[in-house]
């Protein structure tokens, strides 16, 4: 599977060298494992917080791919698609994905072998288990009554 985030003629484990704050916005992107499970829906339990992971996935994601199908204009379709930086890390780290290299780098922790960035291929990251490839339903066809019904854990 081809992989269109751009990993070609960066630094070399530019992540090990600076902080997000400093990286480029290619470098920002190039982060990105292609897993797919930020893209999936919560379930966020009010009082303790909790945050619960389901297989209802966003409208625009593909489940072949793990990739949203118009990225760069996706808020035309779904407003509130968090759109992360640096500087808001602090407020959505709770929620990521356990193995979301944002979230790692973040915690101060290094990428995992499987990585685009480490492995060469986006490939790796299906090989490994880690996306949602194949895993989700359409919140399309999934009332909001029944995403309790399709809580996972998530894939590490
Ligand atoms: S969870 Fe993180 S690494 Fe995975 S697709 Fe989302 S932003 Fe990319
Ligand atoms: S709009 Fe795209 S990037 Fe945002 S949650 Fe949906 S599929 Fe993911």
């Known amino acids: ?26 470098e920002w992107e190039a982060l990105c494992d292609g ?4 893209c999936l829906n919560k379930l966020e339990d009010e009082d303790s917080g909790e945050v619960a992971l389901t297989r209802v996935a966003c409208r625009l994601l593909d489940d ?13 379709f779904v407003p509130d698609c968090i759109v992360l930086k640096p500087d808001n890390m602090d407020s959505h780290a709770y929620w990521m994905p356990q193995t979301c290299a944002y979230r790692l780098l973040w915690q101060g922790k290094p990428l995992p072998e499987w990585h685009p960035l480490i492995s060469g291929t986006a490939q790796s990251v299906h090989d490994a288990g880690i996306s949602v490839q194949g895993g989700t339903v359409s919140e399309f066809d999934t009332p909001f009554e029944e995403w309790e019904d399709h809580i996972i854990e998530e894939p590490t």
């Not at 072949?64 to 035309?76: D, I």
Request: with cysteine.
């Open 1 to 26: 599977m081809s992989d269109p985030i751009v990993r070609k003629g960066l630094t070399p484990k530019f992540w090990e060298k600076k902080p997000l704050s400093e990286m480029s916005q290619t």
């Open 35 to 38: 897993c797919g499970k930020c």
């Open 64 to 76: 072949a791919t793990c990739r949203c199908v118009h990225y760069e204009n996706r808020h035309q």
